[in-house]
């Protein structure tokens, strides 16, 4: 059920992409990474869904019941304590990149790329601006990107943010469309 709700919000949003090319995938990685005094955590998803549009549309889609964990222990707090991921179960980003013009998706190269949307984490949706590169090869498309969030930002919050778990985590996006 919650796929084909995952499913319904990307039919809507890839109805207003209107005559693009449009590049997909349902195996994007996003990992994310803390740093704290008593612990480092470190996460990863292999099953992000995205769009990207040709005239710069962006949008990802993922459960976040989908991080995988180096320990079950730590997965279990991930997502009973913090991220309440039966309350919340998805996470999702939708925006644009803004210097679209300045990448040339008929030609090899890397470019870098400015992307600005909405990401709703823990139900709290928040504008985020963050650098990146897209990376032309043949018939794919890489995009790559890397940008921080506060925790308290998104409501997330629990007695060992800060000591076990950072405030701030970092988050790094891989997404291979064709």
Known sequence: MKRITILIAFTAFVGSMNAQQIYSTKAGKISFFSSAPLEDIEART???????????????????KGFEFENQ???????????????????????????????????????????KGSLTIHGVTKEIASNGTIEVRGPKVIAKSKFDI?????????????????????????????
């Open 46 to 64: 292999t099953e992000v869904e995205s769009k990207f549009a040709s005239n710069g549309q962006i949008a990802f889609a993922l459960l976040m």
């Open 73 to 115: 222990e730590m997965e279990d707090h991930f997502n009973e304590e913090y991220l309440e991921s039966t309350k919340y179960p998805k996470a999702n980003f939708k925006g644009n990149i803004i210097n679209i013009s300045e990448i040339n998706l008929s030609k090899d190269g890397v470019y870098p790329a400015k992307v």
């Open 150 to 178: 506060a925790l308290r930002d998104y409501n997330i919050g629990g007695a060992l943010i800060g000591k076990k778990i950072a405030n701030t985590i970092a988050i790094t996006v891989n997404c291979e469309y064709e």
